[in-house]
């Protein structure tokens, strides 16, 4: 799913769905916090999908607002696709592309044999992997890349209690 011209290069396959997420979190790590998180999905016939929601549950960090958003974009697609999956989050990157294959051999333990954090969104980051075929690309955050910035948008509307599910064409 990417617009022609204007979101495709060279690299992307014709069908690929692109995907941008984010997460936000007001006083991370401190009291009272409040998260969300943002997506924009883009077609291969130009349109777009643009998500976003409070982060629900306990506990309400920057980095359970980011898998949210993966979750809530991979689980959005109706059917198995290609996925190119654009994130500024180091912890996503990294997790999806190294860690979660030896926490899973590990019965998600760590490295340390310590409980993986984020287990919980871990495991279902998993079976939407089974599912997709997704190809993660980092992006440095605030950086002018204008999907990524619609997606903090959505991610920080989400924080503030906004839901967003839109419809267009791009």
Same mark, same amino acid.
């Given at each position: 799913m990417v617009a022609p011209n204007t979101l495709t290069t060279a690299e992307t396959p014709p069908n690929t769905v692109r995907i941008f997420t984010d997460g936000a979190c007001t006083n991370n790590g401190q009291q %009272?916090?409040? #998260?969300g998180w943002g997506a924009v999905l883009l077609s291969a016939s130009g349109h777009r999908l643009k998500l976003a929601d409070k982060l629900q549950g306990e506990p309400v960090t920057n980095n359970r607002a980011e898998l949210t958003a993966v979750i809530e974009a991979l689980s959005a697609l109706k059917q198995s696709s290609s996925v190119e999956l654009t994130t500024d989050s180091k912890y996503v990157m990294d997790g999806a592309t190294q860690w979660? @294959? %030896?926490?899973k051999r590990k019965g998600w333990k760590t490295a340390s044999k310590q409980p993986v954090k984020n287990a919980d969104l871990w495991q279902q980051i998993d079976e939407l992997l089974a599912? @997709?075929?997704?190809e993660f690309h980092w992006v440095r955050g605030h950086d002018? @890349?204008?999907? %990524?910035?619609? #997606?903090d948008q959505l991610a920080v509307a989400g924080a503030e209690g906004q839901t967003v599910k839109e419809y267009d064409n791009v």
């Open positions: %009272n916090p409040k #998260a979660i @294959h %030896n926490w599912v @997709h075929s997704v002018g @890349h204008p999907e %990524n910035e619609l #997606a």
